[in-house]
Structures are given as structure tokens and as C-alpha cells.
């Protein structure tokens, strides 16, 4: 009886992972993933401070906030907006052909059907380097008119919300031409690879969501 236990116990482990019923196999969730999560939510907890700065100091100085956002060049920052929302379109796409292992374009440059992960992620790149692009772009524009770091309450948090967030998005970059960079050194795609791909699109899609409210914040509720 003791080795008819041991033999079932022995298969118990060495064999396929149980399944839950109506829910699959119960595997192991992906510890990179998972810590990516984690940490975007401490990231999610350091602008909502920004946010609740942001709306504390409007609230004690609202003069100051009409005066200030008729200087925004609302047209110029949501067209810079739709860029960087339509690159995450692209990194969902590179996402895609990661997790379907399809590294690079199979076919020719222009049969975007037959892109793979590492050209959808270089499109990406391009689009937040625009974004980044035009946001430098603004802030020359600003500091032209007279609107710095030091001028007073509304450009502090405005450079300081802004700023931190194209922080974010330059960081979004780096991981990029590392993910890309990558793809030209190793000879096999590895799922350690695919992971690293995938956990960079959880950050992009994240620094996305977070424009979008800061832009609904800063353009729009004036």
C-alpha cells in the first residue's frame, strides 16, 4: 500500500497541472507580470498626488488658473494627445505578434499584415519620440511667453505634472530600444523575451492612460 502511495503521490507532481473546473489549468501567474503591476500602482499613487496638488492649488487660486490656461495651446496638445494614444494602438499590435512568437516582418516593409513584434515596437517608438518632441516644443513656446518653473503656483504644477510624465514616456522609450535591441543580439526568441515585451506594454499602455487624464485635467476643465 506504502508504494502504491508513493507512485500515485509521484504523479501527482511529475505529471500535467490540474485543471478547475469552467476556469483551466491552475498554473502559476507570471511573477515579472505581476511585480510590473505592483509597481505601476505605486506609480498610479505618486500622480494621484499630483493630482490632488494640482486641484488644492486651483482651488485656492482660481484667479490665477484663468489667467494661466488661456496660454495653453489646447489644439497643439491634443493633437500631440492622439499620437501618443494611437501609439499604444501599435504596441498592442507588437504585443500580438510577441505572444504569437513572430519576432520580425515576414514579407515585405509595406504588408503591415506580415509585421512583426519589432517593427510594431519601432512604430511605437517613433510616436512617443513625437509626443516627447512636441512637448519640449511647448514648453519653449511657454517659457517664450514668460511661463517658467518659478512663475508662480500654476506653472509649478504644471511643469512638475507634465514634466514627471514625460519622464515616464522617455523611460517607455528606453525599454523599447532595449526590448528592439534585443531582438538583433539572440538568435532564439525566448518566453523570457515575449515577458519583457509584454510587461513593457502594460508601462506604455499606463503612462497613456495617465496623459489622458492629465490632459482632460490641465486643457480641458479650465
Known amino acids: 500500500m506504502a508504494l502504491v502511495a508513493t507512485a500515485e503521490a509521484t504523479t501527482r507532481v511529475s505529471g500535467p497541472v490540474p485543471s478547475i473546473p469552467d476556469y483551466g489549468p491552475a498554473t502559476r501567474p507570471n511573477m ?11 506609480e498610479l499613487m505618486f500622480f494621484a498626488a499630483l493630482f490632488a496638488f494640482y486641484f488644492s492649488l486651483r482651488g485656492v487660486l482660481p484667479d490665477q488658473w484663468a489667467e494661466r490656461t488661456a496660454e495653453l495651446n489646447v489644439p497643439f496638445a491634443f493633437a500631440n494627445t492622439i499620437v501618443l494614444v494611437i501609439s499604444s494602438v501599435w504596441c498592442q499590435l507588437g504585443v500580438w505578434k510577441a505572444e504569437a512568437g513572430q519576432v520580425a516582418r515576414t514579407g515585405s516593409l509595406l504588408k503591415f499584415r506580415e509585421w512583426g513584434m519589432r517593427e510594431w515596437y519601432v512604430l511605437t517608438y517613433v510616436f512617443g519620440s513625437i509626443f516627447i518632441a512636441g512637448q519640449v516644443y511647448e514648453y519653449a513656446q511657454l517659457v517664450q511667453e514668460g511661463v517658467t518653473l518659478s512663475t508662480d503656483s500654476y506653472s509649478s504644477i504644471f511643469y512638475l505634472a507634465t514634466g514627471f510624465h514625460g519622464m515616464h514616456v522617455t523611460g517607455g522609450l528606453i ?46 476643465l479650465k
Open 32 to 42: 515579472v507580470a505581476v511585480g510590473t503591476m505592483v509597481w505601476l500602482a505605486s
Open 175 to 220: 525599454a523599447f530600444l532595449l526590448i528592439i535591441g534585443r531582438t538583433f543580439t539572440t538568435r532564439r526568441y525566448t518566453h523570457l523575451q515575449e515577458t519583457g515585451a509584454v510587461v513593457t506594454s502594460y508601462y506604455w499602455h499606463f503612462v497613456d492612460v495617465v496623459w489622458i487624464a492629465l490632459f482632460a485635467m490641465i486643457y480641458l
